[in-house]
């Protein structure tokens, strides 16, 4: 698996996020995993994900198109001038660029509540995390203790990117595209922590979900609580992903969305309140 030809880059397409670094001026990277379906590497303190062509689009990620091949790993390579390079030559050329960011102005009620009973019928918590991770989560929340809800699970859980993460993640990122400001303490919590207390994948995958990034299936999943999609089929799309990974993140998802309405519901109760 070395498609690392001088003359013939691979072609790839790249996440947003990653716009300034790929763009940038090259420089060295290190990997750091690597396997059949990605090569994960680490420049300048941040990651990437170099994805194979079918692979999942990570937020964080160059994934290859076509009959593109991962770069070998090991020494020798870098990334920028649009590029990733091998000992000096461009074996990866991204050629488009995606936004895993999203936002939303609403949730459907009802579609929440169908939401809702595909996630509790599809899965459970990973073995490796407290029983009540959920509720867990749900109630520091609610209660605006979000340091304790982050201590019981960030790094905990099975799957390359551990369970208890995959849950952060969604709430995270399902908060940002909703409420921002109802995810300030939560997203504080989690990059002060994560860079510590989990993997440098997982770390990043979190900070993704800081701004609303998340991958496509997620991503799916919120749309279609907006009312754009059938939200059953989004969430057994996003549940599929992984081991442990999809519920999780639904799981997540559900959490945030569900804390970012009653917050809403508070604020607006207020403000008649105010007005009466």
Excluded: K, N, Q
Excluded at 50 to 77: H, N
Excluded at 102 to 119: I, N, T
Excluded at 212 to 238: F, H, Q, T
């Amino acid at each position: 698996m070395t498609g690392d030809t001088a003359a013939d880059p691979g072609a790839a397409v790249a996440s947003v996020l990653l716009r300034d670094l790929l763009a940038g001026p090259v420089r060295p990277a290190t990997v750091i995993a690597a396997g059949p379906a990605a090569t994960y590497a680490e420049v300048g303190g941040r990651v990437l994900a170099i994805v194979a062509p079918g692979g999942v689009r990570l937020p964080c990620a160059v994934v290859l198109a076509g009959a593109a091949r991962l770069p070998a790993a090991g020494a020798g390579l870098s990334v920028g001038a649009g590029a990733v390079h091998r000992d000096g030559c461009a074996v990866v050329a991204v050629r488009r660029w995606f936004d895993p960011r999203v936002r939303l102005a609403r949730v459907d009620h009802r579609a929440l509540a169908r939401f809702a009973r595909a996630v509790r019928s599809r899965g459970t918590v990973d073995g490796l995390l407290p029983g009540d991770a959920v509720d867990r989560l749900a109630g520091g929340l609610g209660a605006g203790d979000a340091r304790d809800a982050v201590t019981s699970l960030l790094g905990r859980g099975s799957g390359l990117t551990p369970a208890g993460d995959d849950l952060l993640a969604g709430a995270l990122a399902s908060l940002r595209a909703l409420d921002p400001p109802a995810a300030d303490d939560l997203g504080t919590v989690v990059r002060a922590l994560a860079p510590r207390r989990t993997t440098r994948l997982s770390a990043a995958l979190l900070e993704a979900a800081d701004v609303a990034a998340v991958v496509p299936e997620a991503a799916g999943v919120l749309r279609a609580l907006g009312g754009a999609g059938d939200v059953e089929a989004a969430a057994g799309r996003l549940v599929d992903v992984g081991h442990t990974s999809g519920w999780h993140l639904a799981a997540g998802l559900l959490v945030g969305v569900t804390h970012a309405r009653a917050g809403a519901g508070a604020r607006a109760r207020a403000a008649r309140r105010r007005a009466s």
